[in-house]
């Protein structure tokens, strides 16, 4: 049951989707045009970083480059519009890359990019190996968002005194998320991984990534100080936290059908999810050695699934996710307490604390 | 033996890279310094990427940058040097990505990056696999290595009126270069390959990247016109693929304690370089055969690579290639004539050609 501020939130997104993807397939058609020029293949690459790009996303971090900027200015010039591809375009860059890592076979509802290539592979030719092939293709292709990011970022109409630091947040969040990118990669290496580890890595690859680069790019196309920046950032950091760890709990308790992914799925990855490290830690010896047996397991089925979520429940690790969620949601609110920003863009990260306490999916 | 222009080219070159590398140890010990806020092995990223880019290069690229800026103007503002950087930069981006695609164990004389992790997590960790952890960590260090140079070209103190100019070269010099990558590697796999193929390969990138990319970037700083920079695309265009020739003649008739690489690693890796090409046209059904058979093994003896030499000198293929990296290094030569361009940068631009056409390593 949604609030009129989540209804306020995800009405607001999705009119900014509809604008987004509009634009974002006008500037892809573009570049499949131009890539055409070059080969056949080249345009190929582009159509499917624009099907992968398109065929799903909330996009909230366009809608958070948005509210940035209208929460310090009136009207909507067209440079908010290209930071909010850019946004968009530097998340399938990531993804592409994020999958290969996780050799995931399927993302927004279709076939990762590595896998487009395997079968692209499989389809057409006889040298090599698919699947090195699918990696090495998917590492391209994203490496192309990446620069189309940037592309669609530097066309912005940016006051002169200004372009300098939009950029240089853009190039600053993506040190920041490729960090967290690795830290992640490392803990699912690691024997053990703290708590704060863990907090390490929901700073950087949601709070500083999914919210605060967004934000403070939208601000400081209009022009924000380092008041209002810092303020974003005390607002980002708890909401990142709670908005990670409520992901957590609907990887495990969610509904598939309106999550998307597959309940478990963290589990099977062998993730060390918040919501697992606490179930480690105050669970009985017979139950940490069930769970530990059951991290990366491939195949878990429904009986051990439940036997995961009594144990999380039972250890009291769900009530101590979700009371901490709530409470880094009321951090984040709290952040906005006195802010003078303009309502429209307010409004937004209100709601994005309501949602967040809220979503199910 | 070297020929005046040739000497003051490398003269100039050996200056370049003492002041590059000197600013890059320091632009990433900075980073280095960054990175440990967040964590250790955030720390030791950095280093690795500052290991691989610092452990060798001759910096052509950055040398590029800074006679594209001394072209047209005098003096050297310190922004010429956050272009040769960020150069420089991009180029360990490329590189460390290309080593995964290319499973190289090897590069500038030490590990790749792909290998340097698989090594770390052999000495450290039990779970998951090596091979795919470096894999992934080398995926995410070269994403690291692009946001730095993004990072330290939008540093540059540069003219408001010709920023975006030169991060739209930057932009666009990455969107050829990443098709270039991904042609080469579908090249890889297909059955036949042209030798129209090979030169949009050799022009996106050689010609577009090493050369026009960094000479535009470098000419833009000093407020380039376009009839300039058209004059340096003519120049870089048949200079680039006289350089990938050269490099294809070196890589079969080299010698290896030069050029540093290993006589006939083209043909183990089963590259169908020019050479191979037109002697795979011209040569007996025989020599096809053999040629065809030894394209991809990965062991190959002296006996094979002596029959490959002689297939690729009697077919005439040897002598075409010769032939026509001499010509193409003339119409670069052509492309200066007239420019009016100073002294100090031509000379570079001049000596490179020299260069190019004498090459040893």
Redesign the interface.
Known sequence: MADPGTHAFLASLAGVKQEVDRRLEQFLDE?VQ??SG??A??AE?VEILKAFTLRSGKRFRAALARSGHACLAGGEPEAVWNVAMSMELVQSYLLI?DD??D?DDTRRGGSTVHRTYETI?RE?????DPE??G???A??????A???A??VL??AEID??R??DV??A???M???V??G???D??A????TVTEE?LC?IYD?KVSAYTLEGPLHMGALLAGAGREDLERMTRYAGPLGQAFQIQDDILGLFGDEKKTGKPVGSDIQA?KRTFLVLKALEWGSPEDRTFLRGRL?TRRLDAGDLERIRTIVRNTGSLEHAVNLARGLGAQAREALAGCGWRPEGLRFLEGAVSFVQQREY
Chains 1, 2 share one sequence.
Request: net charge positive; glycine share 6%; aromatic share 6%.
């Open positions: 570049k131009e890539a070059l080969s293949s080249s690459m890359h290969v890592i050799q592979h057409r030719f006889s040298r090599r090195h092939f990696t090495s293709m590492i391209m292709c994203g490496d192309l990446g620069a189309l940037l592309e530097n066309r002169p005194a372009r300098r950029l240089s853009f190039s600053d993506l040190f920041r490729i960090h990118e690795s830290l990669v490392l699912e290496s690691e024997e580890k390490r950087l062998g990366g």
